[in-house]
């Protein structure tokens, strides 16, 4: 589909958004952080089968999990800790930097997927990956965006 410096099609961002409202439902308490994991999983799995072509996938039915989770969101079985909303908060944090910097979807999917991958080889226990060695690439996102471009302009509903 694109190379790593391609530019993100309205499809990407609209995907990259709903993560990012997922993200934001873990954190108001509204979803778990294991569904937050295993949604995002899940959606990227199904990209994959169109080599992350996101339009391509919505022409073949993809519809994001991601999406139909944050409006069905309710209220958790348990409350994300400081290490979950820290991590939440820094893939905000590099979803917000791609999407202002034009950077390519693969870049942000590719750290996304590493960064999942580990979490669920845990069980989707963050705190036992770290235990294991884990270092997310994700990681200090929220900071070095807000420091290179300053907090995001759009309210997330």
């Not at 309205?10 to 295993?38: N, T």
């Not at 919505?58 to 989770?69: P, Q, V």
């Not at 060695?133 to 994700?138: L, Q, T």
């Amino acid at each position: 589909k694109q190379d790593y410096g391609d530019q993100l099609t309205e499809a990407d961002v609209a995907f990259l958004r709903d993560i990012q409202q997922l993200g934001a439902a873990v954190e108001e308490g509204k979803c778990d952080f294991a569904d937050f994991v295993s949604t995002v999983w899940s959606d990227t799995r199904v990209l994959g089968n169109h080599r992350f072509d996101t339009v391509e996938s919505i022409a073949n039915g993809f519809r994001s999990k991601a999406s139909s989770l944050v409006q069905d969101a309710s209220a958790c079985i348990t409350k994300p800790n400081s290490k979950e909303v820290d991590f939440l908060k820094d893939v905000a944090g590099l979803i917000e930097f791609t999407i202002r910097n034009g950077i390519g979807f693969l870049h942000v999917i590719s750290i996304l997927i590493h960064d999942l991958r580990e979490i669920r080889s845990t069980g989707g226990d963050l705190e036992k990956a770290y235990a294991q060695g884990f270092w997310p690439k994700a990681s200090g996102w929220a900071k070095s965006n807000e420091e290179s471009v300053g907090a995001s302009e759009e309210v997330m509903t």
